[in-house]
């Protein structure tokens, strides 16, 4: 993880080096400190401060992040039509700029997945169903939106070695990957450790994954129907029950997943976009602090 001085972070957050170490020393910002005693802030903290008090980061290429200016006053209703031209025209940086920015002007992941990507994405299937978009297009926007998402991952907060864990990803016949990025992300942003292990895996090795790692979390996200029949469903049961048994929460969601077909499988939480996922962790965690 990216460390810097409290000269760079003073640079970064517009202020004084002698107010970055202030903060520093009062606990506002966290800090580790050198063996020579000095102090080194890691990126995702400056970010996490300047989100969540309101500041606008200058020089962000000191953090080695996305640059945001041009993005500064960004929503998401405002951003949409950008997000949709960045990702049909393969424009990677023109990407991570508007997601970056959004979530510096504090939309949660959740948010940006379900009111910006997902949309995105739909506008793009329904250009290709007209064959206004070459197939290239398609797969160059997935790639690039995988790999905006994985450097948002790096720069969230460490959720430390307690934390809880979180895997999951798509069974056979499902080659969806954005949704699973999206999932993967929002743990991480809950300070949830998390990992899409891929997508089109048999369920039996997710069972193993289960088996070998023992998460809190097993997602899976849904988007091609699967050969739902009457082993497959009772399979999919005994997943449940041997999750279940090892006290992990059993996270599903995505289109393929029709009421008729919610009626026969087993499950923690059915989670119809990531925002009911966030409030469905945020619920869990407090309740597993002993919270109310
Ligand atoms: C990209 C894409 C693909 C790519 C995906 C590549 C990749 N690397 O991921 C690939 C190449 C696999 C593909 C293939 C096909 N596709 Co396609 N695809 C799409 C497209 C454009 C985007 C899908 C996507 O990733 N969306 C972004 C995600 C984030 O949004 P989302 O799926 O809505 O998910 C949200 C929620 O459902 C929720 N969620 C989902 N899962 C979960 C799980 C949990 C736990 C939680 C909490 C939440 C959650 O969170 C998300 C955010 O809100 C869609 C268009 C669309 N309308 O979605 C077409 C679309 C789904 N595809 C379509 C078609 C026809 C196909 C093919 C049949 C094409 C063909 N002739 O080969 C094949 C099917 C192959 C197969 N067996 O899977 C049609 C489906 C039509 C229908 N009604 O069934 C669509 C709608 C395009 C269209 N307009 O015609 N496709």
Redesign the pocket.
């Known amino acids: 993880m990216k460390l810097v001085t409290p000269k760079q972070a003073g640079r970064v957050l517009n202020v004084s080096e002698a107010t970055i170490k202030r903060w520093c020393d009062q606990g506002h910002l966290a800090a580790e400190k050198t063996q020579g005693g000095h102090r080194r802030i890691a990126v995702p903290e400056i970010i996490h401060y300047a989100r969540t008090h309101g500041r606008h980061l200058a020089e962000t290429e000191v953090l080695n992040i996305p640059s945001v200016s041009g993005h500064t006053d960004a929503t998401i209703k405002r951003s949409l039509g950008d997000i949709e031209n960045a990702l049909h025209e393969g424009q990677a940086e023109k990407l991570s700029s508007i997601v970056f920015a959004l979530y510096l002007n504090g939309h949660s992941v959740a948010e940006i997945?379900?009111l910006a990507?997902?949309p995105a994405?739909?506008k793009?299937?329904?250009m290709?169903?007209c064959g206004d978009l070459n197939i290239y297009q398609?797969r160059r926007a997935?790639q690039i939106c995988r790999d905006v998402l994985a450097r948002l991952r790096e720069n969230l907060p460490d959720p430390g070695s307690r934390a809880q864990m979180a895997i999951g990803g798509s069974i056979s016949?499902?080659?969806?990957?954005?949704?699973n990025a999206?999932?993967e992300t929002v743990f991480r942003e809950n300070r949830i450790w998390s990992q899409c292990t891929g997508v089109n895996l048999p369920l039996e090795s997710l069972a193993q994954l289960a088996r070998d790692k023992k998460p809190n979390y097993l997602?899976?996200?849904?988007?091609?129907s699967a050969p739902w029949t009457s082993s497959f469903i009772e399979q999919f049961n005994e997943l449940y029950e041997s999750l279940a048994s090892m006290g992990c929460a059993l996270?599903?969601?995505?289109?393929a997943l029709s009421e008729k077909l919610r009626k026969q499988i087993k499950y923690s939480v059915f989670?119809?976009?990531?925002r009911?996922?966030e409030s469905f962790i945020k619920a869990s965690t407090s309740l597993s602090r002993g919270g109310a």
């Not at 016949?173 to 949704?179: F, K, Q, T, V």
């Not at 989670?271 to 990531?274: F, T």
């Open positions: 997945g379900d990507i997902s994405f739909r793009i299937g329904e290709w169903h398609e997935c016949g499902d080659h969806y990957e954005i949704p999206l999932i997602w899976m996200s849904l988007s091609e996270v599903i969601g995505g289109r989670c119809d976009d990531l009911r996922l």
